[in-house]
């Protein structure tokens, strides 16, 4: 990083999905580091901007960056408002539509019981949507407004992933997105 650092480049990552704060990046990156999370549930954004996410809580600190930001809207492939389906489980709130009760009983996951063993529970049992809430939306090239490069671009927006990207068209054709990932 030494000659980056000569020529005074700020690296930019911007977390799309910034719920639990960002741990994927060293301390040594993270100081040289400009980051902007993008969470658009209004309560896990107010424990993001107070330093009191449960990841923290939970042990996971993240490293100290130079500079960082949040913003409340969520990423997406235009400006515009939407609904945002707020669910029991603040990792699955999505902008893509409510719960599908029959796509719903077909997914399953693997529980613990007080043995150890895994026994499969639907979707259903266990996820539920809490309220619909409206959000604004923005495109990532719209909030960078054809400033510098994003050296690093998280993405983690339950579904929602595809368009994003595509609100970052300008940024890709230009070539000012170095590396991406996404969970999805």
Not at 7 to 31: C, T
Not at 49 to 71: C, D, L, M, Q
Not at 122 to 148: H, I, N, P, Q
Request: hydrophobic share 40%.
């Amino acid at each position: 990083m030494a000659p980056l650092l000569e020529r005074g480049i700020e690296f930019l990552l911007v977390d799309a999905g910034a719920r639990g704060g960002m741990h994927d990046v060293p301390a040594s990156y993270a100081a040289h580091t400009h980051l902007i999370g993008f969470e658009p549930n209004p309560d896990e954004f107010a424990k993001l901007v107070a330093h009191n996410t449960e990841a923290r809580r939970e042990g996971y600190i993240p490293p100290r960056w130079k500079k960082e930001s949040f913003k409340d809207v969520a990423l997406w492939d235009k400006s515009e408002t939407r609904p945002i389906y707020i669910t029991n489980e603040p990792g699955a709130v999505t902008l893509m539509g409510g719960l599908t009760p029959n796509i719903c009983d077909r997914i399953y996951s693997t529980t613990r019981n007080d043995h150890g063993a895994g026994a499969p529970v639907a979707l259903s049992e266990f996820r539920k949507t809490l309220s619909v809430e409206t959000v604004k939306c923005e495109s990532l090239d719209t909030v960078l407004d054809g400033r510098g490069k994003v050296d690093y671009l998280k993405i983690d927006v339950e579904g929602a992933e595809s368009r994003v990207l595509r609100g970052a068209r300008a940024l890709f054709e230009t070539g000012r997105i170095l590396f991406v990932k996404s969970e999805f």
